[in-house]
Nanobody, 132 residues
Framework: VQLVESGGGYVQPGGSLRLSCAAS????????IGWFRQAPGKEREGVSC????????YYADAVKGRFTISRDHAKNMVYLQMNSLRPEDTAVYYC??????????????????????????WGRGTQVTVSS
């Protein structure tokens, strides 16, 4: 199984980026998807999560209203659309997947605590830098 992120880069404050996560070896249809980030000198934090049914979605308060998580079932891809980027969004962004039933999705994506739960698979990350 391999998860590969792409789409990171350098952007000015207020700009947008769309991160992509491609999977090989699994179908995202059967997995809860999470996006995480880690800034230099800081702990990894959960950014967003989407359950398999797409009925439970979580966004960290810091990104709520600016970021959108989505899936493309046909392409077996997941995305993180990031708008109105701020310097504090600078970090390495990771996608992760955990095999999910409906109840798993509610647990993982239903609260901030769920973002601390273990994921089965992780990508290597893509760097996002927001700076003027």
């Amino acid at each position: 199984v391999q998860l590969v992120e792409s789409g990171g880069g350098y952007v000015q404050p207020g700009g947008s980026l769309r991160l992509s996560c491609a999977a090989s070896g699994i179908s995202f249809d059967d997995f809860v998807i999470g996006w995480f980030r880690q800034a230099p000198g800081k702990e990894r934090e959960g950014v967003s999560c989407k359950s398999t049914t797409a009925k439970t979605i979580y966004y960290a308060d810091a990104v709520k209203g600016r970021f959108t998580i989505s899936r493309d079932h046909a392409k077996n891809m997941v995305y993180l659309q990031m708008n109105s980027l701020r310097p504090e969004d600078t970090a390495v962004y990771y996608c992760a997947a955990v095999s999910g039933t409906k109840s798993i999705g509610v647990y993982y994506c239903g609260s901030p605590n769920g973002m601390s739960a273990p994921y089965d698979f992780w990508g290597r990350g893509t760097q996002v830098t927001v700076s003027s």
